[in-house]
């Protein structure tokens, strides 16, 4: 009897020291990583493509004759950062006619309010990422309850369908919906022309199980693994030369823009490094499904 009753406390306390484990992981999660406003150097990536976002958060300017697109506005506090890297371009803010996202999470998504305040732009973003986005990040099916994670509720002007094309002067850029990470997980597909040649781009949205997502009896999320499995099928089939994410570090930002100043062919043309990014990205997806699965029985 008394052993039972300390093994009980002590599963227990091992138990409430997971929570609190978990816990503490998702709430660092919530105020993201230093690099996520650091500056880094704006630059050309291919054709009309820039990068302009921050060291560990990924933007991109889509640049044409009638107008710019930006792809994540990040942080509430990141407008200054990706105003300065379009303007070190060359560029204006005040050019920005469209913003997508990568995805309804705060670090791709929260300063679009203001954005769309200074420059008018479009606010496009997937179906099941509207509610989302329209309720601060409220309705997200795992930061409900993390106010850290919420930005400001922003209206949506064009809601997005799996496969929808947004065009602005010659650019067309493809949303592929590519679900898991959240509902309405975009990557954007495009081509890029550069020295002749034509170049099939791909933003990923997003592959990654983030610390403490359910696959398994997730009540606010029941399709997620299915979801995840879908977008994998999805990752495999683009066509991709130039490899590009929502954070840098999907596809060694860092490395290859070194590797860029010092000369020869472009990095960014990656296609084997997305190959076998997506196929990493599946097996720790699929590992960690088994795993928990396995706990669940
Ligand atoms: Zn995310």
Redesign the pocket.
Known sequence: MIMKISRETLLKTVFRSLILTLAFAGSLFAQGAPDWTQPFPPFRVVGNIYYVGSRGLASYLIVTPQGNILINSSLQSSVPLIRASVEKLGFRFSDIKILLIS?A?W??CADSALIKKLTGAKYMVMDADVPVIEDGGKGDFQYSHSPSSFYEPTKVDRVLHDGDQVKLGNAVLTAHLTPG??KGCTTWTMKAQEDGKSYNVVIVG?P?V?PGYKLVNNTLYPQIAGDYSRMFRILKTLPCDVFLG?HGNYYGLEEKFAQMKSGGPNPFIDPQGYQSYVAERERTFRSELERQTAAAK
Do not use: K, P
């Open positions: 995805h999470h670090d791709h990470h959240t997003s990654n983030n929502a």
